[in-house]
């Protein structure tokens, strides 16, 4: 008998089992691919496009859009951005629900437990595309600028939101960019990218293979346009 008893039955007397009739699993189905590193980065380029034409599709979104995701979730993009009120990622790309993986914190940077979720995205829902979002006027890096300045000093309970930025402040400050606080700002997305891109096996792996993508961009405040850098 095999497994969980589930054998062939034993031909009755006078009877011949043919092989045929002997029941064939169907092959399952593969699962649906989803969108390449460059294909996500496309639609997200396309979306933030749509926004800036003012062709929004956002307010079609409705309660009965959450039931095809009961089963699951399979996000385009997973974005790095900062938690600041004006640059919320769904509406930024004209995206609903289910199509981004959201990690945001005040200065757009990555600790242990954010590095945890983009892992996470990666390797259990194929994310293809991780994208840090940094934006001009961001107040984390301003913070960041005064301290380096020596305008105000560093509030120890802020430290772990200033301190990781104000590498990307010293090297603005070593460049010849016209404009220091918008150099900074992204040099600090590029840094977070870069970090990330040897941070852990796994998205290490995924980039070798050509299924991930890693980018740094930053959201103009004033337009709403997100510019890709590199």
Do not use: W
């Not at 969108?35 to 599709?57: H, V």
């Not at 993986?101 to 979720?117: M, P």
């Not at 301003?142 to 772990?160: H, K, R, T, Y």
Request: hydrophobic share 45%.
């Amino acid at each position: 008998m095999g497994l969980f008893g589930m054998g062939k039955k034993p031909a009755r007397p006078g009877v011949t089992v043919l092989e045929s009739e002997t029941p064939t699993p169907a092959p399952e189905a593969p699962a649906p691919a989803g969108p390449t590193p460059d294909q996500a980065l496309a639609e997200l380029r396309a979306g933030n496009e749509a926004f800036l034409r003012g062709e929004n599709n956002l307010g079609y979104v409705k309660v009965d859009d959450l039931e095809p995701l009961q089963g699951g979730q399979n996000p385009i993009a997973t974005i790095v951005g900062c938690a600041d009120s004006r640059t919320p990622p769904t509406i930024l790309f004209n995206q609903g629900f289910g199509r981004l993986f959201s990690i945001r914190v005040a200065g757009n940077t990555v600790d242990r437990r954010g590095l945890a979720s983009i892992v996470y995205a990666v390797k259990h829902l194929n994310c293809p595309l991780v994208v840090v979002m940094g934006h001009t006027g961001c107040g984390a890096v301003a913070a960041a600028e005064a301290i380096v300045d020596g305008a105000m000093p560093l509030d120890p309970s802020l430290e772990e939101m200033i301190v990781p930025i104000i590498p990307a402040v010293l090297e603005a400050r070593r460049s010849d960019a016209t404009d220091m606080a918008v150099k900074a700002v992204e040099l600090n997305a590029q840094r977070v990218a870069d970090k990330l891109r040897v941070a852990d096996a796994s998205l290490a792996d995924a980039l070798e293979a050509g299924t991930l993508k890693v980018v740094a961009a930053v959201k103009q405040m004033h337009s709403g346009e997100v510019k890709f850098l590199g």
